[in-house]
């Protein structure tokens, strides 16, 4: 039954080792969105996809990265990651003002 | 700038005590409005969505544009309530042609004591 779902839900990575979180969607939805939300705080976009068309949000780091090969799968690609990226990683999937619907999240922790 | 206020980082009351969570917001144009609720190792969910003014597990939020508040209440609030409580207006996307964007307030904790 899960709509959105993300794998691994536990990822631990060295300092500066390369990263990627997956998603994936049963919806058919067209955007696919990546959030990081750090501990007490909100969730903060920082991109999503529009079908193919990738939009970065003009404050998100370029150690982030995207891949959506397809429909149902997006990736999170972190190039090298620091002790600040530490994070819950969220996916979510959408239709222009539609509900937002949330995957479980990916907790980072850099080492 | 687009902004979203909660002012209350916690919030206290009793099981079948009104509970009322704030919020308000500062944006350019005419945002869809939204309360996202995540329990205790839940996923972020959709508690309330202006547009469709339906009430959910009790809750409604009445917008008053005047104030740019969307506050959101319960008459009788449930221990199973005890959740973190978000608040996110969403721009853009109208017309399901393009995508919305969401931003979050700081969320509020809500703790009903049996």
């Known amino acids: 039954d899960a709509m959105v779902i993300q794998n691994p839900r536990y990822q631990v990575t060295q300092f500066g080792k390369p990263v990627t979180l997956s998603c994936s969607q049963t919806?058919?939805?067209?955007?696919m969105y990546w959030y990081q939300q750090k501990s007490s705080q909100a969730p903060k976009l920082l991109f999503h996809?529009?079908?193919?068309?990738?939009?970065n949000e003009a404050d998100t780091p370029d150690n982030f990265q995207s891949r959506r090969p397809n429909t149902s799968f997006c990736f999170l690609d972190i190039r090298s990651p620091g002790l600040g990226d530490a994070a819950m990683y969220l996916c979510?999937?959408?239709?222009?003002?539609?509900?937002?619907?949330f995957g479980p999240g990916t907790r980072l922790l850099v080492l | 700038a687009q902004r979203v206020t909660q002012p209350e980082k916690l919030l206290s009351v009793f099981k079948g005590a009104p509970v009322e969570l704030k919020c308000n917001y500062s944006?350019?144009?005419?945002?869809?409005l939204f309360w996202y609720v995540q329990y205790s190792r839940q996923r972020l969910q959709l508690l309330l969505r202006?547009?469709s003014r339906e009430s959910i597990k009790g809750f409604t939020a009445d917008l008053n544009k005047g104030e740019t508040s969307f506050h959101l209440k319960k008459p009788f609030a449930q221990e199973e309530d005890s959740a973190m409580y978000y608040c996110?207006?969403?721009?853009?996307?109208?017309?399901?042609?393009?995508?919305?964007?969401?931003?979050f307030g700081q969320g509020t904790i809500l703790t009903v004591h049996p």
């Open positions: 996809y529009y079908d193919k068309d990738f939009n």
């Open positions: 944006y350019s144009g005419s945002p869809e």
């Open positions: 202006h547009i």
């Open positions: 919806l058919n939805h067209n955007v």
């Open positions: 979510a999937t959408g239709r222009g003002r539609e509900t937002q619907y």
């Open positions: 996110a207006p969403c721009s853009g996307g109208a017309g399901g042609t393009s995508y919305g964007k969401l931003t």
